[in-house]
């Protein structure tokens, strides 16, 4: 086997608390969630009990005024890049194991700075003065020898070469991080990495698999693992500000043109592009206008200044329509903020040698037409869930993914079975519905008609089926429907869905 090399690994506790708080502690009672299990958690709320995967409900039932954040990983690892880049400077080839916890080869640094030992006090001293007080350090064979060494007491923690196994025997088999096989070792006795460490090798592999054989291997101290650098995903988020503050929205996206360049830049140099992006606009009142945006592809520039042209007409139409309250009025935007939030490997994205000019063709005509009439002005129609027309009708602005309110699949009852109508009313329209003395069709609470519809709009009825009911949010005033429906063929051969609520008839829609 390979004799594990000795390496040198850097932990900086509780480092998803800081990258969500900002800054070194101490910080108020605080645990990040995920799943609604707590992922992290700050030392002020270990005093108080909360421990990582926790239950949300356990631990709140521990502190009442426990503060809960979500967690949020990318921004743990953007957050620990400006770290391993202070660490580079001091020791290269540093590793990025996660976000937290960095690990590279002793031999250099140690040669440098004299030993080991004086390695790690120097690093312990670099990062203290660029305000990282609590990081902690382990020198050993082996990366996992290294950090449990690191997780001790002592501000830098050294294993002599050739004693990891004598190390690692005291602790217990739950440092392993693997709770279906440290809960069967328990379960047959084996409380410690020595015990499972004595175990036959052969007879581990048999019973566990090459992942226990991996295991076994780490409790006996032979951890071969070598450090490759790799540094974490860059920082794209990219900001402009305005002095004075623009107020017309041409004026704020021709602003923004070099810091759109500058995002898609970013992006080609991490080998990405996006897919998602969220925009922040802040007026010189100090409030944050904030908006998610999808694209069916990925955003080029163009597409990242016309989001940001089309976002401030729609606010500043939003604002004209309000009434008018000078506490809340729309200032000038002093600040743009572009934020790429779902990005993907840019070679998914590359365009195939053939069968693919058309479509580019296509969506490069539609958007230059969107350009021109506006964000709403060119959309596409997709089938969303719901009872009612309307809402199973979803129109996406081009250039969007759709996303569906309600689920399509999901059971509907009450809702239209296929096919449905290929014109829909929006809203729906006030049409008549007579019988043949000419007054108008009623519907009881038994779902009765008064008379068979004789004439709609005019033209005499040839075919009709019928009424079914459909009702939604009883409960609910305000948003609560309900009505009976009627398919109604005429002598034009326009086949009509209406349906009946309160006094009047509308339709909803009609078959072509």
Known sequence: MTAPLRVLVLWFPDWPVRAALGGAGPHPPTALMQANTVVACTASAREHGVRAEQRRRVAQGLLSTLQVLPHDPAKDERAFLPVLQLIERHAPGATLLRPGLAVLRARGVSRYHGGEAEAGRALVAILTEAGFPEVRIGVADGPFTAELAARGREACTIVPAGQAAEFLAPLPVSVLRDQ??????????????GGFAALDGLEVRDRFGEHGARLHALAAGADSRVPTPRPPDPELVRVVEFEPALAGADQ?????????????????????????????LTDDNGRVYSRNWLHPTCFDAADLVDRVRWQLEALATETATQPVDEARAFGGIVAVRIVPVAVDDAAHHQPGLFGSGTDERLHHAVSRVQTLLGHQGVVTAAVSGGRWLADRQVLTPWGERTVPPRDPDSPWPGSLPDPIPAEVFRPPRPIGVMGPDGSAVQIDDRGTLSSPPARIDGAEVRAWAGPWPVHEKLWDR?????????????????????????????????YR
Do not use: M, N, P, Y
């Open 180 to 193: 279906q096989l440290t809960g069967l070792l328990i379960r047959l006795g084996v409380q410690t990495l």
């Open 252 to 280: 704020v996206a021709f602003a923004v043109r070099q810091t759109a360049d500058a995002v898609i830049l970013a992006l080609g140099d991490a080998s990405a592009v996006c897919t998602e992006v969220r925009i922040e």
């Open 478 to 510: 305000t948003r609560g429907r309900s009505g009976h429906r009627l398919q109604i063929v005429d002598e034009k051969d326009r086949a009509w869905l209406v349906f009946r609520t309160g006094v009047r008839w509308w339709a909803e829609g009609r």
